[in-house]
C-alpha cells in the first residue's frame, strides 16, 4: 500500500437537503413524524392540543349562549323607546334589553347572543333616537352587502342609497366569498321586510370606494357602515373615512358606524393589515378632530360588560381547519368578543351629529 493512501481523506458524507423556515416548523409542529409515531419535541408538546382546548372553549361558550338566549323573555309587545344611546361597545346586557328585542322583532329574527345581531340593532337604535326612521327621510350606507338595512327603510318610506365596492376591484374578492359583497342592489333586498315595488321606488344602489367617496353623495339625513371601516387599510384610513362620511349629509345630519374594537386601551394593535382594530385613544382623538370643526359625538362608553357572556371570547378556527368536521357541529358562532390574532376584539358603534 502506498503511504499516501493512509493520508487519504474520506469522501465527505453526502449533504442533507436544506429545509426552508416553513418546512422546519412544519416538521416541529406535525401531531405525527415519518413513522406515523407521535412527533415528541417541545414545539410539538405546547401546540398539539391548543385547536383541542380551542374546540372545548368554543363548545362551551356557545352552549352557554344558546341557553342564555333561550331563557329571554318572548316579548310580542315590543316598542321603540330612547334608551340615551352612546357610543358603546356590545355587550350582553345590549342584547338582553328591551330595544335590540325591539329592533330583531322589527327585523323578524330571534334573538341571539351574536354581535353582529346587536349592530343591526345599534344602528337602527341610533337612527331612531335621532328621529330618521320617518318616511320621507333619505340615508346612505357604505359596504352594505346583503344587510337588511335598505329593506327595512324601505317598509318605512325611508329611501336610502347602498353603496359597495366595484364588483372588479381586487378588494372586493375577498368580501364576495362569504356573501357580504353586495354586486347588485339585488343583494339589498329581503323580501319578508319589503315589497319589491316599493324596494325598487325608494332603493338606489352606487358603487363607491370608502378611501374615495364621491363627491355627489350629498344632502343625506343619515349615513352608515356595518363592520367595515375596519377593512380600508390602516387605522388612519378608517378614521379618516368616519370623518369624511360626514360630508355626505345635510348640516344635522347623523353618521352612525360600527367597527372592530381592541378592548385593551394600552399597548399596540393591529394596523396597516386587511382587518385593523381601533382602540379608545383612536376614538378620542377622532372626537377631538371631528369637535374643532363643531361636529358632536355621543359620549364615549369603553365598559366591557360584566357577564358571562362579555367575558367568553371566542377562538378560530371558524368552522374549518383540522377540527372542520367537529367545529361545524357547533352550528352557527355565538359570541361578542373573538379572539384576532391574539387581541381580544368586539363591536364597538360610533354616531355623530354634523355641525347645523
Given at each position: ?41 417541545a414545539l410539538s408538546v405546547l401546540v398539539r392540543n391548543i385547536d ?53 322583532s322589527e327585523l323578524k329574527v330571534p334573538v341571539v347572543f351574536h ?98 367617496i364621491p363627491d355627489d353623495l350629498v344632502g343625506y339625513d343619515f ?134
Open positions: 500500500m502506498k503511504i499516501s493512501a493512509l493520508w487519504r481523506k474520506p469522501k465527505p458524507a453526502p449533504a442533507e437537503p436544506v429545509l426552508s423556515d416553513h418546512d422546519r416548523m412544519a416538521l416541529l409542529t406535525a401531531l405525527l413524524n415519518d413513522k406515523s409515531q407521535p412527533n415528541i419535541n383541542l382546548m380551542a374546540l372545548n372553549i368554543k363548545t362551551l361558550g356557545y352552549d352557554l349562549a344558546k341557553a342564555l338566549g333561550a331563557a329571554l323573555p318572548v316579548r310580542t309587545d315590543t316598542v321603540a323607546r330612547h334608551v340615551g344611546l352612546s357610543s358603546k361597545m356590545s355587550t350582553q346586557a345590549d342584547l338582553e334589553s328591551d330595544w335590540v328585542a325591539h329592533w330583531c354581535r353582529k345581531l346587536w349592530e343591526l340593532s345599534y344602528i337602527l337604535q341610533a337612527l331612531y333616537e335621532t328621529g330618521n326612521l320617518r318616511p320621507g327621510a333619505r340615508g346612505v350606507g357604505f359596504g352594505c352587502g346583503n344587510e337588511p338595512m335598505a329593506s327595512y327603510f324601505a317598509s318605512y318610506g325611508v329611501a336610502s342609497t347602498v353603496t359597495d365596492l366595484a364588483a372588479d376591484d381586487s378588494r372586493a374578492l375577498d368580501w364576495s366569498g362569504t356573501n357580504q359583497h353586495a354586486a347588485q342592489v339585488d343583494a339589498a333586498f329581503h323580501a319578508n321586510l319589503v315589497d319589491r315595488a316599493t324596494f325598487d321606488r325608494l332603493v338606489d344602489y352606487r358603487t363607491a370606494d370608502m378611501n374615495a349615513c352608515w357602515s356595518m363592520c367595515a371601516f375596519e377593512h380600508l387599510g390602516s387605522i388612519q384610513q378608517g378614521v379618516d373615512f368616519v370623518a369624511n362620511s360626514l360630508k355626505t349629509l345635510r348640516p344635522g345630519g347623523i353618521a352612525v358606524h360600527t367597527t372592530e374594537f381592541n378592548i385593551n386601551p394600552n399597548g399596540g394593535t393591529i394596523d396597516n393589515w386587511p382587518t385593523v382594530l381601533f382602540q379608545r385613544r383612536h376614538f378620542e382623538e377622532l372626537a377631538a378632530r371631528l369637535a374643532e370643526q363643531g361636529h358632536v359625538v355621543a359620549p364615549f362608553d369603553f365598559d366591557p360588560g360584566d357577564k358571562p357572556l362579555d367575558r367568553f371570547i371566542d377562538l378560530p378556527p371558524w368552522q374549518d381547519g383540522v377540527l372542520e368536521t367537529l367545529s361545524a357541529n357547533l352550528g352557527q358562532p355565538y359570541h361578542l368578543k373573538i379572539g384576532v390574532d391574539g387581541f381580544v376584539s368586539t363591536c364597538f358603534g360610533i354616531m355623530i351629529t354634523k355641525a347645523s
